[in-house]
């Protein structure tokens, strides 16, 4: 529902009473910091085939402000708990099958994007032991074509007990 900037202005004042700590941008709805990259590619993502959490969809609307009154208990909603590092790291599934995976922003010119090419080379896709093999989900080449500001994306299929691993050595770099 949307709602007065007066109504916004009044609850967020009666919700920071509580929790000096909620952001007045998340509060409102808006997304912060690398959540606009992640909305703005989040309809590539969804072309070929892999679904982001609702928040990074470009029509989201926050939760808290659906009802017919505002919720300012924000925190009992998913989409208002931000990571605070490891904001090039997103989980996504895998629509045609559920599979969770993990997407990775690095920059084209980044050695890690050499090594996931190399890994990927015809030479080393059929070496079983190669566990860097088969994780892209589409060719570099083509990603390059279509990901503005020099940034590539490299999709790591986990299972559900490595995703939090995943997360923390992304974190640690």
Request: a positive charge.
């Given at each position: 529902?949307?709602f007065l900037p007066e109504e916004l202005d009044k609850a967020?004042?009666?919700?920071?009473?509580?929790?000096?700590?909620?952001?007045?941008?998340?509060?409102?709805?808006?997304?912060?910091?690398?959540?606009?990259?992640?909305?703005?590619?989040?309809?590539?993502?969804?072309?070929?085939?892999?679904?982001?959490?609702?928040?990074?969809?470009?029509?989201?609307?926050?939760?808290?402000?659906?009802?017919?009154?505002?919720?300012?208990?924000?925190?009992?909603?998913?989409e208002s708990l931000i990571l605070g590092h490891g904001e090039?790291?997103?989980?996504?599934?895998?629509?045609?099958?559920?599979?969770?995976?993990?997407?990775?922003?690095?920059?084209?010119?980044?050695?890690?994007?050499?090594?996931?090419?190399?890994?990927?080379?015809?030479?080393?896709?059929?070496?079983?032991?190669?566990?860097?093999?088969?994780?892209?989900?589409?060719?570099?080449?083509?990603?390059?074509?279509?990901?503005?500001?020099?940034?590539?994306?490299?999709?790591?299929?986990?299972?559900?007990?490595?995703?939090?691993?995943?997360?923390?050595?992304?974190?640690?770099?």
């Amino acid at each position: 529902m949307p709602f007065l900037p007066e109504e916004l202005d009044k609850a967020y004042q009666e919700v920071v009473l509580g929790n000096p700590y909620i952001d007045r941008e998340l509060f409102m709805g808006e997304h912060l910091g690398s959540a606009h990259f992640w909305v703005g590619i989040q309809p590539f993502l969804l072309h070929r085939g892999y679904r982001l959490r609702p928040r990074y969809d470009p029509q989201w609307v926050a939760p808290w402000l659906r009802g017919p009154e505002i919720n300012q208990n924000i925190l009992a909603f998913e989409e208002s708990l931000i990571l605070g590092h490891g904001e090039g790291l997103l989980d996504a599934v895998r629509v045609s099958d559920g599979f969770k995976v993990v997407f990775k922003r690095v920059s084209t010119r980044s050695p890690e994007l050499l090594i996931a090419r190399y890994l990927s080379s015809p030479n080393l896709r059929s070496d079983p032991g190669n566990q860097g093999t088969r994780k892209l989900p589409w060719q570099c080449r083509g990603c390059r074509a279509s990901v503005p500001r020099n940034n590539m994306y490299l999709a790591r299929q986990m299972k559900d007990d490595t995703v939090v691993r995943g997360y923390r050595q992304g974190l640690s770099n």
